[in-house]
């Protein structure tokens, strides 16, 4: 069973669910994704062991746009499939709870894999394909030959989990195209893919002082928040038309709003993640924004959301 299918999930309206980084590396924090009307809870992406990241500061925020580079801190795969720590952080919800990963390698994703495989309590695996803050790997999702690997990997191991890619934004159409190709070879294997990670390697100066706004590599961080919504209804788009119907789109980037997640849904979203603005606001933000979705669709008559669903309309 898929856990993203309509079912499984409690609420028809509550598409909606936190994106892993922002707010998600404790089960104390993962505990008010939890109790707030998030449709799941999912973690930070996990290490075999624990990091506690790059140096301060790394995190920079306006209205408009927030610029990261964390370097991956987090308290390790145990942690995050401890029986406590999901006890702590799903309670009575009975949400699906997902665990991200970004080891610092193929072997180390291989062995965390084996291990939320047997730990119970998880619904399953965000596989983080696209992290663009670590100092000396590139992103793995931008090197073709690397993803085929991956996959192929991922394939062999029969995990009894459904397995989600997150990927980088892509900018060029054969980019899509040949990412594509690869997942769709690979569709016994990947049950969906989430749009995308922060757009790396950006550079915000700040105005007070002749340095970029954060501290680590040179000032050069992953960009998220209202800024990237393009970037992410088209990352969606393009996959909804490239992808096997089989392969769930998990939507990403720049939702603050109930008009932002019905923009997904008619690009094709499956689900839609909340990071920049769960940052920001907190886990009430996953309240605000399911109610507005909710108006939008009763003012709209909606009654099930694949009336809209990648209904998007060309102009005629
Ligand atoms: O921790 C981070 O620096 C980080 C990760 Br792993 C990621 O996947 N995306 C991002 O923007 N930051």
Redesign the pocket.
């Known amino acids: 069973s898929n856990p993203h299918e309509p079912e499984l999930l409690a609420e028809f309206s509550s598409r909606v669910y936190n994106a892993?980084?922002p707010r998600t590396g404790s089960s104390d924090a993962l505990q008010k994704v939890g109790a707030s009307k998030s449709s799941a809870i999912l973690t930070?992406?996990a290490t075999l062991l624990p990091q506690t990241?790059?140096p301060l500061p790394?995190t920079y925020t306006s209205p408009t746009f927030s610029i990261?580079?964390?370097?991956?801190?987090?308290k390790s795969i145990e942690y995050y499939i401890d029986g406590e720590t999901i006890r702590e952080s799903v309670g009575e919800t009975g949400k699906p709870y997902f665990v991200s990963i970004?080891g610092k390698s193929l072997e180390d994703n291989v062995e965390m894999m084996k291990l939320i495989c047997k730990a119970p309590g998880v619904a399953g695996i965000e596989l983080?394909l696209?992290?663009?803050?670590?100092i000396g790997h590139p992103i793995i999702a931008y090197d073709m030959t690397q993803l085929r690997t991956v996959l192929k990997t991922v394939k062999s191991l029969k995990l009894s989990l459904p397995i989600g890619i997150?990927l980088p934004p892509y900018f060029d159409f054969i980019h899509y195209q040949q990412a594509a190709e690869i997942i769709n070879e690979y569709n016994s294997t990947i049950d969906y893919i989430v749009t995308m990670?922060?757009v790396?390697n950006t550079l915000m100066l700040s105005p007070y002082s002749n340095e970029p706004v954060i501290s680590p590599k040179g000032g050069y961080?992953?960009l998220?928040g209202p800024a990237v919504k393009p970037i992410a209804l088209a990352q969606v788009r393009k996959f909804y038309s490239l992808l096997d119907s089989s392969i769930d789109i998990v939507g990403v980037g720049g939702v603050q709003s109930g008009q932002d997640v019905y923009d997904m849904v008619l690009c094709g979203a499956k689900m839609v993640q909340v990071g920049t603005c769960h940052w920001i606001e907190g886990a009430n933000c996953f309240d605000r924004i399911v109610e507005e979705f909710e108006g939008i669709l009763e003012r709209k008559g909606v009654k099930d959301l694949e009336e809209i669903r990648g209904k998007l309309k060309d102009w005629s």
């Open positions: 892993s980084g930070k992406s990241g790059n790394r990261n580079s964390e370097g991956l801190p987090n970004s983080n696209a992290c663009p803050n670590v997150k990670n922060t790396g961080g992953g998220s």
